[in-house]
């Protein structure tokens, strides 16, 4: 089955820095590649995705990359902020071959912005 | 619009005790699917229902169960309960395959 490794496992920036959390999945087969954010006590909320046929996706401060040759997203986010603190999850499917949603979660990444 | 809703919010139960959680989708969405969050294991796909079918199914042991109704809200059942069960349950609804997830903030289910 499909498998998600995410690094790091925290990180810590500075508010108004920019900060990179990368993803490697195994099936290459997977085409589809959403990211989430949980803060504490919520569930996770999806915050951008993106579908193989992208390299790349921008929404305000957040982006996220795709290489389907490396098997490897990246999200980015720049200038940011205290609220930005949370841990984000990847994730990958192939919606068409599951004929549903089943997500494969990366391990999590604990960003913190220090003001 | 309504989130995704999931009761109860708080759990506890003991050894050997069933469980009961509930899931109400966002209105409209047909597809339920059900998560496990642990701090060790992180986030472990259970099972997913569309159209009162159960569609995929994870590694979980036949404890773990679930079924939708007819008008798509979805609940899980977990028996025999034990101290590894205990864990964030969380609910996440789409409209369709294919689709974008919404979660709810989960059920935190303690097993004593």
């Known amino acids: 089955g499909e498998n998600v490794e995410q690094h790091p496992s925290t990180l810590s920036v500075q508010e108004g820095d920019s900060a990179v959390i990368k993803c490697t999945y195994s099936?290459?087969?997977?085409?589809?590649f959403p990211w989430y954010k949980q803060e504490l006590g919520k569930g996770p909320q999806l915050i951008i995705d993106?579908?193989?046929?992208?390299g790349e996706k921008k929404d305000q401060r957040i982006a996220v990359t795709l290489n389907k040759t490396a098997k490897h997203f990246s999200l980015h986010i720049t200038e940011t902020q205290p609220e930005d603190s949370a841990v984000y999850f990847c994730a990958a499917s192939n919606p068409l071959r599951n004929a549903g949603n089943m997500l494969t979660f990366g391990g999590g990444t604990r960003l913190m912005v220090k003001p | 619009k309504a989130g995704v809703t999931q009761t109860p919010r708080y759990l506890i139960k003991t050894r050997g005790q069933q469980v009961t959680l509930s899931c109400s989708p966002i209105?409209?969405?047909?597809?339920v699917s059900w998560y496990q969050q642990t701090p060790g294991q992180g986030l472990q796909f259970l099972f997913e229902?569309?159209?009162?079918?159960?569609?995929n199914k994870g590694n979980f042991p036949g404890r773990f169960s679930g079924r939708q109704f007819s008008n798509s809200r979805s609940e899980m059942n977990v028996s025999t309960l034990e101290l590894g069960d205990s864990a964030l349950y969380l609910c996440?609804?789409?409209?369709?395959?294919?689709?974008?997830?919404?979660f709810g903030s989960g059920t935190q289910l303690s097993v004593l």
């Open positions: 229902y569309f159209s009162e079918t159960q569609r």
């Open positions: 996440a609804s789409s409209l369709t395959a294919d689709e974008k997830l919404f």
């Open positions: 099936d290459s087969a997977s085409n589809y």
């Open positions: 993106i579908r193989s046929n992208v």
């Open positions: 209105s409209g969405h047909r597809s």
